[in-house]
Nanobody, 121 residues
Framework: QLQLVESGGGWVHSGGSLRLSCSAS?????????MGWFRQAPGKEREGVSC???????YYADSVKGRFIISRDNAKNTVYLQMNSLKPEDSNIYYC??????????????WGQGARVSVFS
């Protein structure tokens, strides 16, 4: 059973940066998983932020394109989300997810517990 744990959340002033990490355990390697980052504010729908497929192709929501960067280190079984030029509207709980698919998909099989990001103006 794959388990995902996010870290790196916190608070930052507008324009600042944070890097989220998602460490996976219980899997031999993340090489064959599509990995995604999502965010969800209380009472709102979950929003896809970014995804990296098993060929390291990356996809971003328009709202974060040019500011966020997804990356992975398969040797460490860890996926990252570098968040730059943060805005107050980026404040959310961010979730890491893994899919037993090579391509980015809508439905993911495994989820982390979430990391809170707060951006103050």
């Amino acid at each position: 059973q794959l388990q995902l744990v996010e870290s790196g959340g916190g608070w930052v002033h507008s324009g600042g940066s944070l890097r989220l990490s998602c460490s996976a355990s219980g899997a031999f390697s993340l090489d064959y998983y599509a990995m995604g980052w999502f965010r969800q504010a209380p009472g709102k729908e979950r929003e896809g932020v970014s995804c990296m497929d098993s060929n390291n192709n990356t996809y971003y929501a328009d709202s974060v394109k040019g500011r966020f960067i997804i990356s992975r280190d398969n040797a460490k079984n860890t996926v990252y989300l570098q968040m730059n030029s943060l805005k107050p509207e980026d404040s959310n709980i961010y979730y890491c997810a893994a899919a037993r698919e090579s391509n980015c998909v809508e439905d993911y099989d495994y989820w982390g517990q979430g990391a809170r990001v707060s951006v103050f103006s």
